[in-house]
Structure formats: C-alpha cells, structure tokens
C-alpha cells in the first residue's frame, strides 16, 4: 500500500505553531480560533482574509518554520506509518523543516520521498501536478489530508481519500484519530 500524505495538521499538529506565527505577522491581537479557522481553507485565503499583503509570504514562512520546532507528530500516526509499504509527503513546507521534524521524532524512515511544493517548483496544492509527479512513481492507493485543497487534486486523478480531523470536506474516509485507521481504512479500501 502507498499513501501520499500532506504534513501540516496531518502528520503534524502545527497548527498551533501557524496560528502564533500567524498572529505574529499581522502585529495585532487576533482571535485564535478565526485564524485557525482560516488557515483550515488556506493560507492564501487567510492573508487576504485579515489584511495581510501576500508579499510578507517569506516573512511569515520564517515565522512558521520558528514557531513549529515545538510541534508534535499525532498520536498513533508511528503504527500506520509502519503498515503502509511506501508513505509519500507532498507539502508547502520547506525540505528542511519537514525533515527537522521528522528526524527529532525519528519518523525519517517511513518516508520515502518528500515533495516539497514550491521548493521543486509545482504550482500550490489543490493544483494536481505534485501528485501527478509522485503517481509517476508511484501507485498511490490513498491520499491524507486534512484540507479540501490537499484532498481536491487526489479526487481529481481518481484517488482515495482520507480527511483527517475535518469532517467537513468531502473524502470516502473521515478520522478524528489515527487509532482508527487500519480498522477503518485498511480493512475498508476496497470501499
């Protein structure tokens, strides 16, 4: 089996470390939760959401990769990365950082390729020419997300989906846990 995985509240709880990021480049005192609830769309919609001119993008990348060194993987995530044959990331977030935080956790080896977005020169998700690149490679059965932009490109090259923590996009699985995805995935992906 082969997932194509996004990192940013899907492997990561990084959110938080995105928020205060977040909060830190407007300079002002905004509400958490609607930050949180706007990076949930997208970053691009956050930024003009609140103001903020998409040139501090650098900016706040700086802050983000500062703010989520304390970020933790999800609980359980260790158990499927080990029962899946060839986990695959696709993300906004720089290479080093993904690895900083893989590496800290030992999570490495469990990946055998990380696609870093704008790094290798692909349009942002939910453009599918990052997954298509990785379908290249590989078959992939699942991707896992936890936005409607990472799941959207997966729908459109006909993969399966798995929204992770979101109940609210469309995917053929949802989990609020990663305890629940070998019963729930595994045992069901002929669904």
Same mark, same amino acid.
């Given at each position: 089996m082969n997932i194509l995985w996004d990192f940013d509240g899907t492997l990561f709880d990084t959110y938080p470390a995105l928020v205060e990021g977040f909060v830190a480049l407007s300079q002002r005192d905004l509400d958490r939760a609607e930050v949180l609830r706007w990076l949930k769309v997208d970053s691009k919609t956050?930024?003009?959401?609140?103001?903020?001119? @998409?040139?501090?993008?650098? @900016?706040?990348?700086?802050? /983000?990769?500062?703010?989520?060194?304390?970020?933790?993987?999800? @609980?359980?995530?260790?158990?499927?990365?080990?029962?899946?044959?060839? =986990?695959?990331?696709?993300?906004?977030?720089?290479? @080093?950082?993904? =690895?900083?935080?893989? /590496?800290?956790?030992?999570?490495? =080896?469990y990946f055998k390729e990380i696609v870093s977005v704008e790094e290798q020169g692909f349009n942002r998700k939910p453009h599918p020419s990052s997954y298509e690149f990785v379908l290249k490679k590989y078959d992939i059965d699942f991707v896992v997300g936890d936005r409607e932009l990472d799941l959207l490109p997966a729908r459109q090259l006909g993969i399966k989906t798995v929204a992770f923590q979101n109940r609210d996009i469309e995917a053929d699985f949802h989990l609020d846990s990663y305890a629940e995805f070998i019963p729930v995935v595994f045992e069901n992906k002929s669904m």
């Open positions: 956050a930024f003009k959401h609140f103001g903020i001119d @998409e040139d501090r993008r650098d @900016e706040y990348k700086t802050l /983000d990769i500062q703010y989520s060194k304390d970020s933790n993987p999800f @609980e359980h995530l260790k158990e499927v990365l080990a029962a899946v044959e060839n =986990n695959i990331i696709v993300t906004h977030r720089d290479r @080093e950082s993904a =690895n900083y935080l893989l /590496d800290k956790f030992g999570l490495t =080896n």
